[in-house]
């Protein structure tokens, strides 16, 4: 069975421009989280989404969005790019929704200029 | 909140030695323990879980214990190898958290000298 997959692999971007990062999951998963990871911060949370609702957010500003689709894929945007938005993406996801084991992606590094 | 605190690194052994990596967690309620290792340029693999107390976790030889009376879920191996060099993460998914939202540790890096 895949695993999951996310694209792009790598990106660069200038402050302000937005950026959308894509997600597929496991064959069968119906939960994606996403969560950032930084050298200065760790990993933390960003949010999660199940049955094409969010059902759980970090403390993120409200320049980072998501969506899932009925197909469960799921995508995340941050608008207004800044800096500090240069991170590792990383997409998780599980079969169900309530303290299932998430399987992650290889991530989206972002670079903002 | 819930919190994860594992011991600071780089954690550097020679082949054949054996590992522990400490960690401990705050929670309320009974919340599953994970650990994740993480290779250079690579997304996270799950190692090993427990979801209740006293449950072992086992992996690739790799083992943790899931001791709540002290909040802890060390991470043990009994030889390393070159191999197992990476960064090791320590988790937490609380059900009263909702979902399936996971609270990390700092993340221990691991070097293994031949």
């Known amino acids: 069975k895949a695993g999951v997959t996310q694209t792009p692999r790598y990106l660069i971007k200038t402050r302000g421009q937005q950026v959308t990062l894509s997600c597929s999951p496991i064959s069968g998963h119906r939960s994606v989280s996403w969560y950032q990871q930084t050298p200065g911060q760790g990993l933390q949370f960003l949010f999660e989404?199940?049955?094409?609702?969010?059902?759980n957010k970090g403390n993120f500003p409200g320049r980072f969005s998501g969506r899932q689709f009925s197909n469960s894929r799921s995508e995340m945007n941050v608008s207004t790019l800044e800096l500090g938005d240069s991170a590792l993406y990383l997409c998780a996801s599980s079969l169900g929704f309530r303290q299932e084991t998430q399987y992650f992606g290889p991530g989206t590094r972002l670079l903002v200029l | 909140g819930d919190s994860v605190t594992q011991m600071e690194g780089p954690v550097t052994l020679s082949e054949e030695a054996f590992l522990t990596i400490n960690c401990t967690y705050t929670a309320t309620g009974y919340p599953s323990l994970f650990w994740y290792v993480q290779y250079p340029g690579e997304g996270l693999q799950l190692l090993l879980k427990a979801t209740k107390a006293d449950d072992k976790g086992s992996n690739k030889g790799f083992e943790a214990t899931y001791r709540k009376e002290t909040t802890s879920f060390h991470l043990e191996k009994g030889s390393v190898q070159v191999s197992d060099s990476a960064v090791y993460f320590c988790?937490?998914?609380?059900?009263?958290?909702?979902?399936?939202?996971?609270?990390f540790g700092a993340g221990t890096i691991l070097r293994v000298k031949s």
């Open positions: 988790a937490l998914s609380n059900y009263m958290e909702y979902g399936n939202k996971l609270v």
């Open positions: 989404y199940f049955s094409e609702t969010q059902r």
